[in-house]
């Protein structure tokens, strides 16, 4: 196994499963990959992918969408019937139709081909940083229950299973209970400093995890148009008492 690259700011080496049926695509990140401290698993299909996600538990995935048989698509929404292992789309598909249909099957990124693989590390670290530390407790919101040890989502009781971005976010909001956070400083704390200015990501995101969350996620997360979103406890207007929050500042 390739020693840690301290640079990379890894507390570990990360095992990396890359799903890609080009075998220079696949040779190009193994070579840039691997000395950067990352184990790699490769495979070409969709049926390799979920046997290798089975047997190996990466601890992240990238993913193509154009693959023979089993398409990417398909492989992301089967792991995501058991799994919030974060994956990274990495595709020739550039239309926004596709992006969309990943980030609502549930992918954490979308990158498009060709990239530059200094492009490619940042996302992985972007990634990556959304799985370290949690504050301990439960907190309870309206319906909503965050368990922030152990990053479960519980809505009247009913346990909700949420993929790591989604997580990530409804805690952010619940540290800020009836206060308006921003859209750039939620991209910033969730995707990264590098997000700044994405907002069709975190749009798409947040509609996903209102569906999840159902009633309460539609009647708890109010979006207040051009500035964020806020996390209420009840049915009273977010505007009594609420106020614009960047992450950072006290509260």
Do not use: C
Request: glycine share 10%.
């Amino acid at each position: 196994m390739t020693a840690v690259d301290e640079g990379r700011g890894s507390a570990h080496v990360q095992r990396l499963l890359v799903v890609e049926d080009e075998p220079r695509a696949q040779r190009l990140l193994k070579a840039n990959l691997e000395p950067a401290g990352f184990a790699l698993r490769l495979v070409g299909t969709g049926e390799e992918a979920l046997a290798a996600f089975s047997e190996w538990a990466p601890d992240l995935i990238l993913l193509d969408l154009m693959l023979p048989g089993m398409s990417g698509l398909e492989v992301l929404a089967r792991i995501r019937e058991t799994s919030d292992v974060p994956v990274i789309i990495v595709s020739a598909k550039d239309q926004v139709a596709d992006k969309v249909a990943g980030l609502h099957l549930g992918a954490d990124d979308y990158l498009v081909k060709p990239y530059a693989i200094e492009e490619l590390l940042a996302r992985i670290d972007a990634v990556s940083r959304r799985q370290k530390g949690a504050s301990p407790g439960l907190r309870q919101v309206g319906a909503i229950t965050l368990d922030l040890r152990h990053h479960r989502v519980e809505v009247e009781g009913r346990e909700v299973v949420l993929s790591r971005t989604e997580y990530e976010l409804l805690a952010l909001l619940g540290r800020h209970v009836n206060r308006v956070v921003v859209a750039d400083a939620l991209l910033s704390e969730v995707w990264g400093p590098e997000y700044r200015g994405e907002y069709g990501i975190l749009h798409v995101t947040m509609s996903r995890l209102r569906k999840k969350l159902g009633k309460a996620g539609k009647t708890q997360i109010v979006t207040r148009p051009g500035v964020g979103y806020v996390l209420r406890e009840g049915q009273a207007d977010w505007a009594e008492g609420g106020e614009e929050l960047s992450v950072g500042e006290s509260e």
